[in-house]
């Protein structure tokens, strides 16, 4: 599995799309009128007449973390990242009227206007929003269960995102507020669901190695700081894996963690080296 930057569309089954029939005949009219499904973010003219509020809701402004990444566990021939992958889980997502951002190295949505969806039921959203194609030897759409969401199938009033710039990842997003801190959402209308929970002025810095036994600068500078926490748990995470998928010989992949370990410490203070180093560092290792 490659880095981070490539993203898995909703709409990756070409055997989904049909040509649509020409003739006006009876029988090929039926068919033409039977009711189509298609992922949700394909229906620009649909939304179109649908409350759109200029800024984000206030009630989806703040501060959230990634706490699962959830996935098709059904279809895993065409993920791009893995359950509870550390290249997502434990990012920081930031709502504002200015902008939306995600600390994945993703593009930034700058001057977002939200547009309301039709209220649905929670299953039916994600079901008709990450379609499986026809030659599977499972039902068409997956269940809030394949996707490992323990949620309730609730009913639910989503959210979509218009961007500038138009290629922002987060153009033609969703979100969901399940709670007032619990949020769902999906950017890049990929194959993955990111579960959120609204980040508290309580929450406290947990990187992966105790705060109060820091060795280092660096170390310490990560204890201030729940973004490079975060990344040091993701570090952790992804060198786990590394170390499980390379069998019996771990010793080269040991030296360059000790390697990679003295070049972080490097940075000391400097937030932005620590950031950039730790987030580089996990996608190396995810591509072990």
Same mark, same amino acid.
């Given at each position: 599995?490659?880095g981070?930057?490539?993203?898995?569309?909703s709409?990756?089954?070409?055997?989904?799309?049909?040509?649509m029939? /020409?003739?006006?005949?009876?029988?090929?009219?039926?068919?033409?009128l039977?009711?189509c499904?298609?992922?949700? /973010?394909?229906?620009?003219?649909?939304?179109?007449?649908l409350?759109?509020?200029?800024?984000?809701?206030?009630?989806?402004?703040?501060?959230?973390?990634?706490?699962?990444?959830?996935v098709?566990?059904?279809?895993?021939?065409?993920w791009?990242?893995?359950?509870?992958?550390?290249?997502?889980?434990?990012?920081?997502?930031r709502?504002?009227?200015s902008g939306i951002?995600?600390?994945?190295?993703?593009?930034?949505?700058?001057?977002p206007v939200?547009?309301?969806?039709?209220?649905?039921?929670?299953?039916?959203?994600?079901?008709?929003?990450?379609?499986?194609?026809?030659?599977?030897q499972?039902p068409?759409?997956?269940t809030?269960?394949?996707?490992?969401?323990?949620?309730a199938?609730?009913?639910?009033s989503?959210?979509?995102?218009?961007?500038?710039?138009?290629?922002?990842?987060?153009?033609?997003?969703? /979100?969901?507020l399940?709670?007032?801190?619990?949020l769902?959402?999906?950017d890049?209308?990929s194959?993955?669901?990111?579960?959120?929970r609204?980040?508290a002025g309580?929450?406290?810095?947990?990187?992966? /190695?105790?705060?109060?036994?820091?060795?280092s600068a660096?170390?310490r500078?990560?204890?201030?700081s729940?973004?490079?926490?975060?990344?040091?748990?993701?570090?952790?995470?992804?060198?786990?894996?590394?170390?499980?998928?390379?069998g019996?010989?771990?010793?080269?992949?040991?030296?360059?963690q000790?390697?990679?370990?003295?070049?972080?410490?490097?940075?000391?203070?400097?937030t932005?080296?620590?950031?950039k180093?730790?987030?580089?560092?996990v996608?190396?290792?995810?591509?072990q």
């Amino acid at each position: 599995m490659q880095g981070s930057s490539k993203r898995f569309f909703s709409l990756q089954h070409p055997d989904l799309v049909t040509k649509m029939p /020409f003739s006006t005949s009876h029988s090929r009219l039926s068919a033409l009128l039977r009711p189509c499904w298609i992922p949700l /973010f394909l229906w620009p003219v649909a939304w179109s007449a649908l409350a759109i509020a200029a800024t984000p809701p206030p009630n989806l402004q703040g501060t959230w973390d990634v706490v699962q990444v959830a996935v098709d566990q059904q279809d895993q021939s065409h993920w791009l990242y893995f359950p509870d992958d550390p290249r997502l889980l434990g990012r920081e997502l930031r709502i504002s009227a200015s902008g939306i951002s995600l600390n994945d190295d993703s593009r930034d949505c700058q001057k977002p206007v939200l547009s309301s969806l039709p209220k649905t039921s929670l299953q039916k959203f994600i079901g008709q929003s990450f379609p499986r194609p026809e030659h599977f030897q499972t039902p068409t759409y997956p269940t809030l269960s394949d996707y490992g969401l323990k949620l309730a199938d609730a009913a639910v009033s989503p959210w979509q995102a218009s961007c500038t710039p138009d290629a922002s990842q987060w153009n033609h997003a969703w /979100f969901i507020l399940l709670s007032p801190d619990r949020l769902l959402t999906n950017d890049d209308n990929s194959g993955f669901v990111l579960v959120l929970r609204r980040r508290a002025g309580s929450t406290s810095i947990r990187p992966s /190695f105790a705060c109060d036994k820091a060795q280092s600068a660096a170390e310490r500078t990560i204890c201030t700081s729940q973004t490079l926490a975060g990344y040091d748990r993701s570090v952790t995470a992804a060198y786990h894996r590394a170390l499980a998928t390379a069998g019996d010989d771990t010793s080269s992949l040991k030296q360059e963690q000790i390697s990679w370990l003295n070049t972080r410490n490097a940075c000391n203070t400097d937030t932005e080296c620590l950031a950039k180093s730790m987030r580089e560092r996990v996608d190396q290792l995810m591509q072990q």
